[in-house]
């Protein structure tokens, strides 16, 4: 690293995120500056790791407001210590540039640091680079956590024949914040998944601003659920945060525990019934369908899917409020992801194919 | 992370590391294919963590073998633990890829895992991209070590009047291998610092094959000194990795001691003369000093270089040897880098004007 890179450094990140580094000195003794940062863990718990990256024109539109995409490269990696139920100890980022903007550096600086004071989660060490490319701006957050040591960390090799599968927030609702922001950039078509428009072109024009607000906001700015991962410590067995498409996502629970999940469409549609009851009481039988395949294939949602015995069932149910959590289907023998459909009294789960996103 | 993804993380990742993780079973007891890795430092340890990202066209060349490319995106995050005196647990690794090649990716993993498994070093995670831009290459590794909890890390601060300057390895080596890299590919002037070519030019035509080879291989393949980072524990006051060129480095060091660090230019040419006698010994004047500003002002060299109290000298000689490990100059009061000229037997320093490579 050299002289304009440390004053960019100091400036943008180990300034304004210096109060934050020195409220958490005991468990990280050196942070931005040196080869190294220190970290310590509190006694008797162990250390939880996942890192996440963000390329311009893949993962975010170039012209993304850089506060929103400070937060979500952090929110990303915060979500992924949530699936795992631990709290936040810290965070690098190594930031590939193309060019020097203060000004966006200063908002990029701004929404990362806002989510950072959220979850307390300082930032503790990083690498700037500079990229030949135009356009290369790329972010790797590494985000670190803790847990106490007796803690499984919910590995998704351990959901068990007779498990609850539980879902919370709206899947499918970053996806549409996703098309939403497509449709206003002229570029529906390279984002939809869904061959046929009219739907959505039917979909859109009634759609309530309120639907529209919350949508993008799903997608810009996911709320990572440390708090519920947290609560979940006693309650879950496999967990997940909902990044590729709930089928997609789920088909991983399956596959690591070698079992068969089922997914009830109608709780799928009681929940977003719950949120939007005036909207979702409007649609059609198409528009219907067509927000069911957003929900299971729809990715970005960052919200959390975890399988649990039913003896948690109570302790779910109060918990299911404030965390908008719902019962979404059950874990039995077999193999795969099955779909139970809408107004099917019968228990005749198809096979579903995965459809979720992928980059190559 | 979809299908494709999961694959080529499978092939070319989860199962040739499979081993290596398995037997830090203790360590590591999570490691890829959920949201979080989880990591047990031993018992009284402190974690040490530090992130590096390599961007093609900046830190490498695109057509640089894979396997080289492999090994130096871990070395040189384990040479940020060897300058902090710490113990490697783990990594992760997050890849952009502008396309898929089973062949480069085989080769890039090939070295990756020769490295870790050298410095018993397993992988735990990881997140890999597609970027949509051609030659959008890069790659960030974050390493993860330990080191007992009263060890201080080496923090850049503690240099203390009356300290001894040491340095390891051959400052500038790495820097003449990227000239020759340069020149092969017709880029000399693009990475040339010293506007004067002639020196240059003169210098390579006697350039013994030896010289050459262990200069490219300082590039490409750089040895992260983490045993000696271990031996230095109770010796070494302010350390880091020389990565930025020695007068930048050494800067870092007075800047945060708030000392004045001299550099002795006889020290570093009688480094290089041990190195290959015959060949300095042909050297004429301005070549050597070509040499000197090579060693002061070349990065990518990843030797250590640390300030040791007079009382550890003999301890720090006996290690020398095998770990190229020389005196290079002294801290005294005041600021700043200061250079003792070559058989100026007065004590003048100049001041050092930072020349170290800059990306911005």
């Known amino acids: 690293m050299a002289s304009l890179e440390f004053d960019l450094i100091d400036r943008y990140f180990k300034e304004p995120f210096g109060p934050l580094l020195a409220s958490h000195a005991t468990r990280v003794p050196l942070g931005i500056g040196d080869d190294c940062a220190m970290l310590n863990p509190d006694p008797g718990h162990t250390l939880f790791v996942s890192t996440d990256t963000l390329v311009s024109g893949v993962h975010f539109y170039p012209d993304v407001a850089p506060q ?51 979850h307390r989660c300082p930032l503790v060490g990083g690498d700037t680079t500079k990229t030949n490319l135009p356009g290369g701006l790329s972010i790797t957050v590494t985000v670190f956590g803790q847990a106490p040591a007796l803690h499984s960390g919910f590995p998704r ?12 927030g709206l899947p499918g609702l970053a996806r549409i914040g996703l098309l939403l922001e497509a449709d206003q ?16 072109t039917a979909l859109k024009a009634g759609m309530p601003q309120a639907v529209r607000l919350r949508a993008c ?9 440390i708090q ?62 067509w927000l069911l395949d957003c929900a299971l294939t729809g990715g970005d949602d960052y919200g959390l899917c975890f399988t649990a015995a039913p003896t948690a069932d109570v302790a779910l149910r109060q918990l299911s409020g404030p965390h908008a959590l719902f019962e979404l289907g059950m ?30």
Request: a negative charge; hydrophobic letters at 45%.
């Open 68 to 118: 929103d995409l400070g937060w979500k490269a952090l929110a990303v990696n915060l979500s992924d210590l949530a699936a795992s139920g631990a709290e936040p100890l810290g965070f690098t980022l190594a930031l590939s540039l193309p060019a020097l903007d203060p000004a966006w550096l200063h908002h990029f600086s701004d929404g990362l640091l806002r989510i950072a004071q959220t």
């Open 157 to 168: 090799s351990s959901a068990v024949e007779g498990h609850r599968l539980w879902a919370q």
């Open 185 to 200: 950039r002229g570029l529906y078509d390279t984002v939809a998944m869904q061959p046929d428009s009219a739907v959505w």
């Open 331 to 360: 874990v039995t023998a077999g193999q795969g992801v099955w779909l139970q459909s809408q107004g099917d009294a019968s228990l005749n789960p198809v096979p579903l194919v995965k459809r979720s996103y992928t980059h190559f």
């Open 217 to 225: 906001q799903q997608l810009n700015c996911p709320q990572p659920q």
């Open 228 to 289: 519920l991962g947290l609560q979940l410590r006693n309650l879950a067995a496999a967990c997940l945060d909902t990044s590729d498409g709930l089928s997609g996502d789920v088909a991983h629970i399956a596959q690591a525990s070698q079992v068969a999940v089922l997914i009830k469409e109608s709780a799928l549609l009681d929940a977003w019934h719950r949120a939007f009851p005036e909207w979702i009481g409007q649609l059609n039988l198409n528009e219907r369908q």
